[in-house]
């Protein structure tokens, strides 16, 4: 049986929270000023929900909060993307990086 290279992943994300850290937290812990906790539900049988957390700075955190002002998005990535990445430790964070690109900022838009 051939698979359908066409098939989708879908995953919600939405941000969770935003917290700003203390002077002290950003000097003493080497902390970003701002970590975004996310919230990605898988939509189907692929992966489990979680949060993730990640320290912000510049257009991520633009797009983090833009993101968080709409409530949600939803990622899709093909078959072929989740057998690339799928396997990886790291791909959460990369489902979480296509979801702040939909949130970039339009050239000459504003």
């Known amino acids: 049986m051939t698979r359908d290279p066409s098939t989708r992943h879908q995953f919600t994300i939405l941000v969770k929270d935003v917290n700003v850290h203390s002077a002290i937290e950003v000097i003493e812990e080497r902390k970003l000023p701002t970590s975004i906790t996310f919230h990605m539900e898988p939509l189907g ?3 489990t929900p979680c949060d993730l957390q990640f320290g ?3 257009e ?9 002002n ?3 998005t939803i990622v899709k990535v093909s078959s072929d993307w989740w ?3 799928g396997t ?5 964070e990369k489902v979480i990086d296509l979801a702040l690109q939909q949130f970039a900022t339009i050239p000459g838009g504003g």
Do not use: Y
């Open 60 to 68: 991520n955190l633009n797009r983090a909060l833009r993101l968080k």
């Open 88 to 92: 990886t430790g790291t791909w959460q």
């Open 83 to 85: 057998r690339q990445h």
């Open 45 to 47: 049988n692929t992966g």
């Open 70 to 72: 709409s409530g949600s």
């Open 56 to 58: 912000l700075i510049g």
